[in-house]
């Protein structure tokens, strides 16, 4: 059985940095893109950022380029996404995905972990 469990959201005002994890079981995920989805209040999920298992290449969202740094471990099958310079509008669950099909017109993954919240306050 796959599972993607998220960690490491949290409270932090704006300027400020969290890390969130995304551990996977399961099954290997080689050859596959992984990627972190976020859904604010009364919004639409909406893709993130996105990394090839391999490390190479990567994608983010223009709104978090530059601020945030998605990464993977394939020893420990791990996903993680380095947030920083959080501005309130960053406040969202923000969701783990393996098997990322789409995530511009539509999105689409084959598995999805339960979300961790994440708030930026003022």
């Known amino acids: 059985q796959v599972q993607l469990v998220e960690s490491g959201g949290g409270l932090v005002r704006a300027g400020g940095s969290l890390r969130l994890s995304c551990a996977a079981s399961?099954?290997?995920?080689?050859?596959?893109?992984m990627g972190w989805f976020r859904q604010a209040p009364g919004k639409e999920r909406e893709f993130v950022a996105i990394?090839?298992?391999?490390?190479?290449?990567?994608w983010y969202t223009d709104s978090v380029r530059g601020r945030f740094t998605i990464s993977n471990d394939n020893a420990k099958n791990t996903v993680s996404l380095q947030m920083n310079s959080l501005k309130p509008e960053d406040t969202a669950i923000y969701y783990c995905?393996?098997?990322?099909?789409?995530?511009?017109?539509?999105?689409?993954?084959?598995?999805w972990g339960q979300g961790t919240q994440v708030t930026v306050s003022t």
């Open positions: 399961g099954r290997a995920f080689n050859n596959n893109l």
């Open positions: 995905a393996a098997e990322v099909k789409h995530w511009s017109t539509k999105i689409e993954a084959g598995y």
């Open positions: 990394i090839h298992w391999n490390g190479q290449p990567t």
